[in-house]
């Protein structure tokens, strides 16, 4: 290691704490980090214009060797992202002494085989036992992942995810604390030379100081020409857009569902075209994130989610019982109310979502 250094601002302006940065003890150290904190993958400097999301599908997942086996090889980690790109992971740190080329070798051969001789029944059941032990619902990661609300999507999102593995489109990640010139070398020339396999090396460096520790993830080899060749288009692909999706709307819902789209962009929020409806975020400059909130569906489906939102219990209950309030919503879940646009229901939907922009507001500021 190098001993570089980073600056942690103390309780004043004028108090600076040097963190050096310090190698991993042990590999399993950076592996299992990552599992716990997919977010290392840095998905924003991955694709700035749509960044990378992540559901862990397995740590040490086995890579078969012929169609008669589990696992020849054991991968570090398996990941799949928004797209349903698999994203094959191997940790390494800077002290491994194996050649550059060994490393890139392995890897390649886990990826051949993993797209040769995995199937959807053994990668699903492998993301189910690893959201299981977290106590999670591997559909509702998915749904989470993706940002929809319809489980009809779940069964959409795994054909993508088999798609991609069947025609190769995969993403090969090197992980380190440290990588080589030679490493870095490599990747570069695989990911601009591959057309469909997306090759990364990520440096998740280590600094301590005074009993605090900072992770630091960068994504190395990733040229421009490379990103902008490879672009960032599958993340659009099959998804509606306001015409079609109002297209398919009854016809006593569409001026109701171009009013809730036109505040959204008047209010500044983003809204996500999904496959067959939309949803509308905030977001939220505290903690530097988006929390969708409205979800529309055709011919007149109209939800309220509040699982994105910061909210304490006691809040939520409040706001669900203002919402309720209104006698147009149902529930349908623990953290989803559900309107259907039609009769008094349609007329009292523009001073419901006036409602909830004020809310949001008085959420954003808060939060």
């Not at 059941?125 to 509702?140: M, P, V």
């Not at 959409?156 to 593995?165: D, P, Q, R, T």
């Not at 309720?324 to 953290?335: L, P, S, T, Y």
């Amino acid at each position: 290691m190098k001993n570089a250094r980073i600056f942690l601002v103390g309780s004043s302006e004028d108090s600076l704490l040097p963190m050096v940065e310090t190698a991993y003890p042990r590999e399993d150290t950076l592996q299992t980090l990552l599992a716990r904190y997919p977010d290392l993958l840095p998905g924003d400097q991955i694709d700035p214009e749509d960044p990378r999301r992540w559901l862990l599908v397995a740590r040490e997942m086995g890579v078969p060797g012929d169609v008669t086996e589990t696992g020849r090889w054991s991968l570090d980690h398996l990941f799949l992202d928004q797209d349903g790109i698999p994203t094959f992971v191997e940790c390494k740190r800077a002290s491994d002494t194996r050649g550059r080329r060994e490393v890139v070798a392995q890897m390649l051969d886990y990826a051949a085989n993993g797209i040769e001789y995995w199937g959807m029944d053994r990668l699903r059941q492998a993301a189910t036992e690893t959201t299981q032990k977290r106590g999670k619902s591997l559909d509702a990661e998915i749904l989470q992942l993706i940002d929809s609300q319809d489980e009809t999507e779940v069964e959409a999102y795994w054909k993508k995810v088999e798609s991609n593995l069947r025609t190769g489109k995969v993403r090969l990640v090197f992980v380190a604390d440290d990588t080589a010139r030679e490493l870095r070398r490599l990747v570069e020339f695989l990911n601009e030379k591959m057309a469909d396999v997306e090759v990364l090396a990520v440096e998740v460096k280590q600094f301590l100081g005074k009993g605090q520790t900072a992770i630091v993830p960068r994504v190395v080899g990733l040229t421009e020409a490379a990103r902008e060749r490879k672009g960032t288009e599958p993340s659009t692909a099959g998804h509606t857009t306001r015409e079609d999706f109002l297209a398919k709307c009854s016809p006593g819902t569409v001026s109701v569902f171009e009013k809730v789209l036109d505040l959204a962009v008047q209010k500044g929020h983003t809204i996500y075209w999904g496959t067959k409806g939309f949803s509308v975020r905030a977001y939220l400059p505290r903690t530097d994130r988006f929390a969708s909130f409205v979800y529309g569906w055709p011919p007149g489906f109209f939800e309220f989610y509040f699982g994105h939102l910061p909210l304490s219990a006691e809040e939520s209950v409040v706001l669900r019982k203002d919402l309720m309030a209104f006698g147009v919503f149902r529930a349908a879940g623990e953290k989803t109310l559900r309107a259907t646009l039609e009769g008094a229901t349609l007329a009292h939907i523009p001073e419901v979502y006036d409602f909830i922009l004020a809310k949001i507001d008085e959420i954003v500021q808060a939060h």
